[in-house]
Structure formats: structure tokens, C-alpha cells
């Protein structure tokens, strides 16, 4: 994995990671017609409104493929922030997120399959197919313009769900993810290197993996340990096969149909290739935070949600 120390941590940062399917609407009942006389009949009583659902309360989108999507909406504002977590974490790594947007947009959290309270039941693990995932919690909650917020594998799961969303997308926010944007899937022998020690141990390759190569030294280790034992308890039979379609896949083709901006809230862990980026999207732009790791949202939360804050308004009020 030393080969080539920081084009292997870029091509690991890039590479951590339903359409058209609402919840069924309910039936309306109506009496069939009399062939008697009417008579009088009491005052109908009046039908109860329907409870609201709770804010966080837990929903459920169904992909197209059957598996049932986890997510939770909060807040009543606009637009719609959705936060889409990365490769082998779920929507619970964006608590402090939630709770300081909330009060201003609803914010919706998304637990791909696979992950959290997400189904399982699915066959072929794909960035296209996470993004119909998200694509599925959206044709759910049909009203409102959107912001897509990707977090490692979660940047390149938005680029897939804008695709199904052109008319509602106002951007896409990336955390610490779009490096290597627009280029074509490259050898990586450190990412080989990698998936081949967590087919032979996972959680231990996995541990191993997170504390080493996502955090800096002198991070909080409570932090570090709490991600790196969470990550590692991942199903294997999800997170493996992930990882590898993530290494294959090429953000061309989705680039090609999205034209909102797209930033990344990134730290300096890796090289600046923000130049290169905008070959391909020219609009690109970077918010660094020194210091950071690969979880600038966990890290430093107060930091990170000024960033979010003024780039969701950004987008916001862009013409479009």
C-alpha cells in the first residue's frame, strides 16, 4: 500500500460509499347507490385528520428491486437537504448536521441498503444502485427543490440520484470525496491490496484500515476507535463487493447529465487536484479544512455545518 502513499489515499478517499417507487397511498371507500327511497340519515361524522408523522420518525421508501430504504425526515424548511453517508456508515454519522439544519430546511437522512436500518435483500451492490436508493426516499417526498449531501462513497451515490432528479437538483455538496472527478477508473494495486485483506479478515483489515488511513495522528481517539469498531462490523457480504464496484466506477457518464454546481467540503489530507477537477466540471469548488480527516463532519462539527450552511445557501438562492 506504500507504492504510492497519496494517490492511494486519494483513490481510498474517493472510493468510501431506487427509483420511481412510493409507499402505497390509501384506498377511499364509497357506498355503493341506494335502489330505495332516500331518507334522511344522520350527519356524517367527521373523518379524523391524519397524525402527522413525527419529526426523525422512521420511514420507509421501497426500491425498485424490493428492498425496503430507511430514512428519517426532520424540519419543515426548504430545500431539502439530503445527507447520504458513506461507504460502510450509515445516516447516524450526520447527528450533528441534522440537528443544526433542521431548524432552517428539512433535512432527510438517508440509510442506503445495506446500511442501518436498510434491507439487505439485493444481489448486485452498485453505486448506480444505491443511487436509486436515494432517488426512491425522493419520488417519496415529491415536493421541494433538492441539495444532495455525499460523504465519501456518499459524493458519488448523489452523482448517480441526481441523474433521476434534473428538475428538482440545485447541487451537490461533497464531503472529503470528489477527488479524481471526471477522470476514467484507474489500476489501483492498493485498493486490490486492500479488498484482498478483508476478504480474508474484515473486521480486522477494516480497523486497521480506518485508523491508519482516514484520521490524522493526534485525532480524538475516542472518535477514531468508535468509527474504525463501527465500520468494521459492516456485513462483509455488502461493504466487499461495495468497495469493489466503487473502484470501477466512472463519474463520466453522470457528469455528463448533471448541470448544477457541485463543491466539496474537504480536508488536506490529500493532494489539491481541484485544478484537474475542473477540466471536467469548471464550476468546481473547494472548501478546505486543515487539519482534518476523512470525517471533517465528525471532527470538527461546528466547523463543518458553517461550511454546509453557506454552501446550501449558496445553491439556494443561485438563478436556475
Not at 262 to 275: E, F, G, K, L, N
Request: proline share 9%.
Amino acid at each position: 500500500m506504500k507504492a504510492d502513499p497519496a494517490r492511494s489515499l486519494v483513490s481510498v478517499a474517493l472510493l468510501l460509499q431506487a427509483a420511481f417507487a412510493a409507499l402505497a397511498g390509501c384506498s377511499r371507500h364509497s357506498q355503493s347507490p341506494s335502489t330505495t327511497p332516500p331518507t334522511a340519515a344522520p350527519p356524517a361524522a367527521a373523518s379524523a385528520p391524519a397524525a402527522a408523522i413525527a419529526d426523525g420518525a422512521p420511514r420507509i421508501a421501497l426500491a425498485p428491486d424490493g428492498v425496503h430504504i430507511d430514512y428519517r425526515v426532520y424540519g419543515h424548511g426548504r430545500p431539502l437537504v439530503v445527507l447520504i453517508h458513506g461507504w460502510s456508515c450509515d445516516a447516524n454519522y450526520w447527528r450533528a448536521q441534522i440537528e443544526d439544519l433542521k431548524s432552517t430546511y428539512t433535512v432527510v437522512a438517508v440509510n442506503l441498503a445495506g446500511h442501518g436500518g436498510s434491507g439487505r435483500n439485493r444481489e448486485n451492490w452498485t453505486i448506480p444502485a444505491f443511487g436509486v436508493d436515494v432517488a426512491a426516499v425522493l419520488t417519496a417526498l415529491p415536493e421541494g427543490k433538492v441539495v444532495l449531501v455525499g460523504h465519501s462513497m456518499g459524493g458519488q451515490v448523489a452523482l448517480e440520484a441526481a441523474r433521476s432528479i434534473p428538475d428538482r437538483l440545485l447541487g451537490i455538496v461533497g464531503v472529503d470525496t470528489f477527488h479524481g472527478l471526471g477522470e476514467a477508473p484507474k489500476p489501483d494495486p492498493a485498493m486490490d491490496a486492500l479488498i484482498a485483506g478483508m476478504r480474508a479478515d474484515f473486521i480486522g483489515a477494516t480497523r486497521e484500515f480506518v485508523t491508519t488511513m482516514l484520521f490524522r495522528k493526534g485525532a480524538d481517539p475516542t472518535l477514531v476507535r468508535r468509527v474504525a469498531d463501527d465500520m468494521a462490523l459492516a456485513p462483509p457480504q455488502v461493504a466487499i463487493p461495495s468497495l469493489v464496484a466503487l473502484s470501477r466506477y466512472d463519474t463520466r457518464p453522470a457528469l455528463a447529465q448533471i448541470h448544477v454546481p457541485i463543491v466539496d467540503i474537504r480536508s488536506d489530507m490529500w493532494p489539491d487536484d481541484s485544478a484537474q477537477v475542473r477540466r471536467a466540471v469548471p464550476a468546481f469548488r473547494v472548501d478546505v479544512m486543515p487539519g482534518r480527516g476523512h470525517f471533517p463532519m465528525m471532527e470538527d462539527p461546528a466547523g463543518f455545518n458553517v461550511l454546509l450552511r453557506r454552501e446550501i445557501a449558496a445553491l439556494a438562492r443561485a438563478p436556475g
